[in-house]
């Protein structure tokens, strides 16, 4: 084996970001009432202008194939969270609608998971912290898009 590949202070950069990430995740989606990827997709619908987006655009947007997307929105739907209408842009597409119940369960959601932000990534960290993370973050994100 590469000792020196091994302990490279890249690949442990790597290593503590993922460390940390995998504690936080299930800490700040606990309490949610819904599960994490509903909750994943009703945000983006939340923070986007119209409250809508293209099916393949916000299946892209929190990772999942478009199979995988179609049976959770399928889901969501059927739940009455989100619904389903044409695009008037594209006879072919579908846009993801955040419902009145939707925004409803986004709410109850988000409380309980800013109140875990603030304790397990805001508190932590000093304002200057979390402004360097932030601009970090956003440039590990702007430079892979």
Do not use: C
């Amino acid at each position: 084996m590469n000792e020196q590949l091994l302990n490279d202070d890249d690949v442990t950069l790597f290593g503590l970001f993922v460390e940390a990430y995998s504690l936080i995740k299930p800490l700040v989606n606990r309490d949610l009432d819904i599960p994490h990827t509903w909750f994943e997709v009703l945000l983006r619908l939340g923070r986007t202008p119209g409250h809508q987006l293209r099916m393949t655009d916000l299946a892209e947007a929190v990772s999942f194939s478009s199979g995988g997307f179609t049976r959770l929105a399928d889901r969501m739907e059927k739940e009455g969270l989100i619904r389903r209408d044409p695009d008037p842009a594209d006879r072919r597409a579908a846009l993801a609608v955040l419902t009145d119940k939707g925004g409803q369960a986004l709410d109850h959601a988000l409380t309980a998971h800013v109140s875990h932000l603030r304790n397990h990534v805001a508190g932590p960290l000093s304002v200057e912290d979390r402004s360097h993370l932030e601009r970090i973050l956003r440039t590990l994100r702007d430079a892979n898009a």
